[in-house]
């Protein structure tokens, strides 16, 4: 499976940004998906998944009760609304999916998006 993020941009604190990631190649209906971000000379870590059906969701603390993963598998599309935006958030988004069970790690992502910058001003 492809994956191709898109959505990212520069935002002032406070502001909502709605990322999208696109998946061609195969359907993301047999896949978890998640959110991942990565701020220069940090670790990538992780801020959201959701299992296959939709059903289930988990989120870093950093950004629960802030950001929100849904996913239409009928447009085989998985999006993240990111409310209340703060500058810690500023980072490259990346989509990614797994065939695991609602991993939370990076390494348990094998298919990966090429990212979208995230900048939060203050």
């Known amino acids: 499976v492809q994956l191709q993020a898109s959505g990212g941009g520069l935002v002032q604190a406070g502001g909502s940004l709605r990322l999208s990631c696109a998946a061609s190649?195969?359907?993301?209906?047999?896949?978890?998906m998640g959110w991942f971000r990565q701020d220069a000379g940090k670790e990538r870590e992780f801020v959201a998944t959701i299992n296959r059906a939709g059903g289930s969701t988990y989120y870093a603390d950093s950004v629960k009760g802030r950001f929100t993963i849904s996913r239409d598998n009928a447009k085989n599309t998985v999006y993240l609304q990111m409310n209340s935006l703060k500058p810690e958030d500023a980072a490259v988004y990346y989509c990614?999916?797994?065939?695991?069970?609602?991993?939370?790690?990076?390494?348990?992502?094998?298919?990966w998006g090429q990212g979208t910058q995230v900048t939060v001003s203050s």
């Open positions: 990614a999916a797994s065939p695991a069970i609602v991993p939370k790690t990076p390494e348990g992502y094998p298919y």
């Open positions: 190649g195969r359907s993301i209906s047999t896949y978890v």
